[in-house]
């Protein structure tokens, strides 16, 4: 694997920490990483355990921030439900409280009564109707503006796990959220028949282009990709980054040719993009991807949807890559579509 390369390259000890380290440099996932270690690089320093232990706070820093924002969000929206049934329950307190007023007014009324004690019931309920509107005023402007700050603190909340959802370089959805959506759609696809299917792709000789022209223009390369795939699907379809440079898409109530077709549109329109560096104006040229397709069986779980997939792949790379490559999802054949 590229990780295992990269530290037998800068004589890195192969512990569970650089690992981590080193897949995330890999994968591009981390601009802050990748920043740090490039320059490492240039001023030609060792990787020791001190810097490895630097760099994997690193690593580990995005995902708790975003554990930490949801976090917050969601013990600030329990805060907030807990003030509004506090509201409600002072409410119910004030409710029962002017009924036990009335109930004294009522029974003194179904007394006889003088005209003097008549006028004190009259101011009674006089005033213990003020109170109760002044109090309701009160408990109503209170439960406006908690309504307004549960709505606010609804959408911190659906915004941070959107945040940890999406892959922050592309604009697409993460590693994390491709797993639980194939996992919701292989479910689905299981119960109710409907077609599924699974697109793995690859931009072909990326590690070359960014060891020839810089991770900027990769990250500019990804972000294209990126871009194409959100731009192509439908509402219901999930383009990911994968991982690096290998991108995915979920497909549900879609049938393998026209996925088929999907990819090669996609292809054929990065594969027309000419591209410069957005920095210096120079002309980069062109990159391809190579994509493998698969469509749901029953008995299907993520895990041999993504094999399949990955296994059309590797025969587009093997056979010149620029290619779409579906295989029929219940045998080991594969059908070549032409580039």
Request: charged share 25%.
């Amino acid at each position: 694997m590229e990780a295992m390369r990269l530290m037998d390259e800068y004589q890195v000890d192969p512990t569970p920490s650089a690992y981590s380290v080193w897949y995330t440099y890999a994968a591009g996932q981390n601009p802050a990483l990748t920043t740090r270690i490039n320059d490492r690089l240039g001023e030609g320093q060792p990787f020791d355990e001190t810097f490895i232990h630097e760099l994997d706070e690193l690593v580990n820093a995005p995902q708790i921030a975003l554990t930490n924002s949801t976090t917050s969000a969601s013990d600030q929206l329990t805060g907030k439900m807990d003030s509004v049934l506090e509201i409600i329950a002072t409410a119910s307190g004030d409710t029962n409280m002017f009924g036990k007023s009335m109930q004294g007014v009522s029974a003194a009324l179904s007394s006889e009564i003088s005209a003097a004690d008549l006028g004190r019931v009259v101011d009674t309920v006089v005033a213990a109707t003020k109170q109760m509107e002044k109090r309701s005023r009160a408990l109503e402007e209170r439960l406006t503006q908690s309504k307004q700050e549960v709505e606010e603190l609804r959408t911190n909340l659906a915004q941070a796990r959107n945040e940890a959802m999406t892959d922050q370089l592309t604009g697409i959805s993460n590693r994390k959220a491709f797993d639980e959506v194939l996992l919701t759609q292989v479910t689905a696809a299981a119960q109710n028949g409907e077609p599924l299917c699974l697109a793995m792709a690859d931009i072909d000789f990326f590690k070359k282009f960014n060891d020839t022209f810089g991770h900027q223009a990769g990250d500019q390369v990804l972000r294209l990709v990126g871009r194409c795939l959100d731009g192509n699907v439908k509402g219901q379809d999930t383009p990911a980054r994968y991982g690096g440079e290998e991108f995915a898409m979920i497909l549900p109530n879609t049938v393998v040719d026209d996925a088929v077709k999907l990819a090669n549109h996609i292809r054929e329109t990065i594969q027309s993009r000419e591209l410069v560096k957005k920095s210096t104006g120079e002309n980069l040229g062109k990159v391809t991807m190579s994509f493998g397709i698969t469509q749901f069986v029953l008995g299907d779980t993520p895990q041999t949807m993504i094999e399949r997939a990955d296994k059309a792949l590797y025969r587009a790379k093997e056979e010149g890559r620029n290619r779409v490559i579906k295989s029929d999802g219940d045998s080991a054949e594969e059908e070549r579509i032409s580039a």
